[in-house]
């Protein structure tokens, strides 16, 4: 999950076309925000949960200024995290489904979470008001669960990321929303979410010892265009262990960021995936990220470790 701020201004990228692209034929409904119910109190969190430090604030604090190489003890503790991230992104799956509201799997993520004694990480970090990012269509990434019920023929990109043992687990997967998924209609839907998962494992076989960070985007950029898509660039991977985001970044595009992996880090591999603009816009909740040309995108997310051989897929489905 990127929710940590933009890592180039967003002007960046429009700016490089003076008007937007013509909106293709739609096949979907354009998603606009809807009622957000109130944000959960503090207050409301079980006794037997250990928050993060940004629980109240919203402030998440420092994150290490270089890649951390993690002991064998914050591994075990990723490892927990992760494996419950994955655990409660399968269920709240299941509600990918016509008529369910998103403010729906708000709740149950937040309820499955609270369950195991994991605190949901987007809450409150920075002000997000849920536990969880919805994204539907057109938006991109950081959608705000709300009163918008799913709708057969949506996508929706699922963004869970948990706190437990000390330490933060994420992953994301996006859904084709249907009880009809062989229509045909469906086929540009399913085809870009193949391509979007293609792109999630052409980054995770650009790791292990050794590797470059900035060798990650320069091959999924290649797969993507490729397949006839484009990665979006204003969001990318990143470090995660006892806090939500740090280094390295981890983009989906071609870059010079510098460094190499060693044995003990994890991170975060995200790549966006765009069937129209590779451009975004933010709205007014200074959340919600859109295409400016209505297309829709999809995103499949990992927290890897690297090993002493290569790399460990730590929110791998058992």
């Not at 933009?6 to 692209?21: D, Y």
């Not at 990480?121 to 994204?135: A, Q």
């Amino acid at each position: 999950m990127s929710l940590s701020t933009h890592r180039a201004p967003v002007r960046e990228f429009w700016s490089r076309r003076k008007q937007p692209p013509p909106s293709p034929p739609q096949t979907f409904s354009i998603v606009r925000p809807q009622e957000v119910s109130p944000q959960l109190p503090a207050s409301s969190i079980p006794s037997h949960v250990a928050p993060p430090p940004y629980y109240m604030s919203g402030e998440p604090g420092p994150s290490p200024e270089s890649p951390e190489v993690k002991t064998p003890e914050a591994i075990a503790g990723m490892r927990t995290a992760c494996s419950l991230a994955r655990q409660i992104l399968s269920e709240a799956s299941q509600l990918a489904r016509p008529g369910v509201r998103t403010q729906e799997i708000d709740e149950a993520v937040t309820r499955l979470a609270f369950e195991a004694g994991a605190y949901p990480s987007p809450l409150n970090y920075r002000g997000f008001p849920k536990s969880v990012c919805t994204s539907v269509n057109n938006v991109v990434c950081h959608g705000i669960p709300d009163s918008r019920a799913l709708e057969d023929g949506d996508i929706i990109n699922i963004d869970i990321t948990v706190f437990i043992s000390g330490h933060h687990g994420d992953c994301s997967e996006t859904y084709l929303v249907t009880e009809h998924e062989e229509e045909e209609r469906h086929a540009g839907a399913r085809r870009l979410l193949e391509v979007a998962r293609g792109a999630l494992h052409v980054g995770i076989d650009q790791c292990g010892p050794g590797r470059l960070f900035s060798g990650i985007g320069g091959a999924i950029q290649k797969f993507v265009n490729s397949e006839g898509f484009k990665v979006i660039p204003a969001f990318t991977g990143h470090g995660i262990g006892s806090y939500f985001h740090g280094p390295p970044d981890i983009y989906p595009c071609r870059n010079s960021y510098p460094g190499r992996m060693l044995p003990g880090m994890t991170f975060t591999i995200e790549p966006g995936v765009s069937e129209g603009s590779p451009n975004i816009l933010v709205l007014e909740d200074k959340w919600t990220a859109v295409s400016p040309d209505h297309s829709r995108s999809a995103q499949f997310e990992h927290t890897v470790l690297v090993t002493e051989t290569g790399v460990e897929i730590l929110t791998q489905t058992n």
